[in-house]
């Protein structure tokens, strides 16, 4: 019983969590921010598929993600036609998904010959032709304008209609369950391994008899079946497909998602689409320049951590699972080495807030809104402010560091010392 909580005890708690979570935050924007999280959960580990299972990056991943997402459009338009009198919308990201899978093993074929940087221009390439063709192809993809539709289209099992925003969360929460179960599952299959082994030790694994290219190519096609199941769920929580789905920006925005979250671990993906998109709609309501700041912790993640945001979590799990109290132990260093990061990031914050503000303000007006004051951003005194707050924050910052690492090598030390025989 024990073992089997251990192995289905993880799934068990998210099915709850995803049930309860709509009864917590009962506004229409909460259901909103998380229907597009549990989207971008399914699209952020398809492309992990590529990326850190697979070691191969793509620019241009949100062609099966966008092109789905307007064959769904398409679809549901025409249901209630003589050829089509219903069809049920539960089961439309499958048909999603189908669409992806189609388009991924014809150009998954192509572009999975070459690894490396010839696949990432390929995949750039690839995507650059899709966001042409949407402005080319107007019948199909109707232009800058996109596609509408409606996903009320008939009468659904037990009176779901689809129309509340809340008939959708639980259907895209299904989806969402299913797909990340799924694609756990076949990164413990043999193919998932072998996956792997292409990604970190490719003549190695030519020279025991696997062909690469075919391992790249179907982990590329089941990718897509992925990405195309998420781009139906997007269709179906916004009504509306437009050619920002296809487009450089969409695939740059699975890019940041895995790596921010950490490439290398299952649950990385995950918390990155939770953090950009908590982000980006709530931080994007708060300062305009808000991209920038979401540039600069792509920047620092990758520049200092090695496996993203999961990473940092998972570099303390032998810790927390030899003795608490070597756990306990580290909480006063991090704290003082977060703290100081936190003083030293409100006083450059507040000097990138007006320096954004003066450089796009169409007015003569100076008085700009910072940490809800009013300040004067062409006077003196904010900029003194922000620097006598930021000077001691990165002096202190520069003091609290070493110990912060001092005590997490130390605890990595104790627990070696206990495992040793």
């Avoid at 797909?179 to 990604?199: C, D, I």
Wanted: glycine share 12%; hydrophobic share 55%.
């Amino acid at each position: 019983m024990a073992g089997l909580v251990r192995r289905h005890g993880m799934w068990v708690a998210a099915f709850a969590v995803m049930l309860v979570l709509p009864w917590i935050f009962q506004t229409g924007f909460a259901i909103t921010m998380l229907n597009q999280i549990g989207v971008l959960i399914v699209f952020s580990l398809a492309y992990n598929m590529l990326l850190g299972q697979g070691g191969m990056l793509s620019f241009g991943h949100a062609l099966y993600f966008g092109i789905a997402g307007y064959f769904t459009a398409h679809f549901l338009n025409g249901v209630g036609e003589d050829w089509l009198p219903y069809f049920p919308v539960t089961l439309l990201p499958i048909f999603g998904g189908l669409i992806g899978l189609f388009f991924g093993i014809g150009i998954g074929f192509v572009s999975t010959r070459r690894a490396g940087t010839v696949f990432a221009m390929i995949s750039l390439g690839f995507a650059e032709m899709a966001t042409a063709l949407t402005l080319i192809l107007v019948v199909f993809f109707n232009g800058e304008e996109g596609i509408q539709t409606d996903r009320m289209v008939g009468p659904e099992p037990l009176g779901i209609t689809f129309g509340p925003d809340i008939h959708v969360y639980y259907l895209i929460s299904f989806w969402c369950l299913v797909a990340t179960a799924a694609m756990y599952v076949l990164t413990r299959t043999p193919f998932g391994r072998m996956s792997n082994a292409v990604r970190d030790n490719p003549e190695r694994v030519e020279f025991v008899g696997y062909s690469t290219h075919r391992i790249r190519w179907l982990a590329f096609a089941l990718s897509s079946f992925f990405a195309g199941l998420a781009g139906a769920l997007h269709a179906l929580n916004f009504e509306h497909v437009g050619f920002e789905t296809i487009g450089l920006e969409q695939s740059g925005l699975a890019l940041f998602m895995v790596w921010i979250g950490g490439a290398r671990n299952f649950v990385g993906p995950i918390l990155g689409a939770i953090l950009i998109t908590y982000l980006n709609s709530n931080l994007s309501d708060i300062t305009d320049a808000w991209y920038l700041y979401l540039g600069i912790l792509f920047m620092v993640i990758v520049m200092f951590t090695q496996g993203g945001l999961s990473g940092l979590v998972f570099m303390h799990e032998p810790i927390w699972k030899t003795d608490y109290r070597l756990f306990g132990r580290m909480m006063a260093p991090y704290a003082l080495g977060i703290g100081s990061t936190i003083i030293a990031a409100i006083g450059v914050i507040g000097m990138f807030e007006m320096i954004y503000f003066l450089s796009t303000r169409v007015t003569e007006e100076t008085i700009a809104v910072l940490y809800w004051m009013e300040v004067d951003a062409a006077s003196a005194l904010p900029w003194i402010a922000c620097a006598a707050i930021t000077a001691p924050g990165v002096a202190a910052c520069r003091r609290t560091y070493p110990p912060m690492a001092n005590s997490y090598n130390e605890a990595i030390a104790a627990v070696k010392g206990r495992m040793a025989p």
